[in-house]
């Protein structure tokens, strides 16, 4: 007969969760710290990295405050540290959650998980690759029309950084619809009647969302969110037929 709990912990009080929390935030906090003064010094090499997908289109990026440089840099590294200690992050967290689930449930929800890890990592790939130098080298090419561009390194800095994250959060879509519907919150057949205000929705959010107020950027994030969300349909059926099954 499979055990319910693991049994491997010992049962805590409420002052033995609340220590065993403040451990695991507390690695979590010096192995993002770790990452990122590691990285510091790498600074010129990630802000050189992050701009690499629009050298083609831009001719180079300038400052006008003494420390807009030094921001924009340290924006980089953080971010670079989040994406690396991420998966850190998310095993202390598991490690503290994981022994009030019942183990069928941890072995399915670890491997869900790990797939989201792994598209939220795949949407930030694809938006470097992608999102950033069509959306860039579009405003670019558009704005070069009645004005020479000029950009600062922190405003590109923002606009890269959105764009990666967004592409990472787009990417977890059809991982979170599957989830809701595993564990019975919707269904494919509500999530299909529901599609044209589900479309609707996700075109507000990318315009609420957007960097930028044109609709070349707007159709840049609404399309791929409305692909994953028939994707996260599609997923939610094999879900729910294993689950019959």
């Known amino acids: ?3 319910r709990y693991s049994g491997e912990l010992p049962q805590m009080d409420f002052i033995g969760h609340l220590a065993e929390l403040r451990r695991r935030v507390l690695i979590s906090l010096f192995f993002f710290t770790c990452i990122g003064a590691a990285l510091f010094s790498q ?3 990630l802000v050189a990295g992050l701009a690499a997908p629009v050298q083609g289109v831009s001719q180079g990026f300038i400052f006008i405050d003494p420390l807009e440089a030094f921001g924009a840099q340290f924006r980089v590294v953080v971010l670079g540290a989040f994406f690396v200690s991420l998966p ?3 095993w202390q967290a598991w490690c503290f959650l994981s022994p009030a689930l019942f183990v069928p449930l941890r072995r399915e929800l670890f491997f869900w998980l790990a797939g989201a890890l792994g598209c939220f990592y795949g949407g930030i790939v694809f938006a470097y690759k992608v999102f950033l130098p069509v959306a860039a080298g579009f405003l670019l090419q558009f704005g070069a029309q009645i004005a020479r561009p ?3 390194i922190s405003a590109y800095v923002s606009f ?3 764009l990666l994250l967004a592409g990472g959060f787009i990417f977890l879509l059809p991982v979170a619809i599957a989830m809701l519907s595993k564990v019975g919150i919707v269904s494919p057949r509500q999530l299909s009647a529901f599609r044209k205000y589900a479309w609707l ?3 507000v959010i990318a315009a609420v969302a957007s960097p930028t107020q044109d609709v070349f950027n707007l159709f840049l994030l609404a399309l791929p969110m409305i692909i994953f969300y028939e994707l996260g349909i599609i997923l939610s059926r094999l879900s729910r037929r294993r689950k019959k099954e």
């Open 1 to 3: 007969m499979t055990p």
């Open 43 to 45: 600074g010129a090499a």
């Open 88 to 90: 850190v992050i998310l």
């Open 150 to 152: 000029q950009i600062s």
């Open 160 to 162: 890269a950084s959105f």
């Open 201 to 203: 929705f996700l075109v």
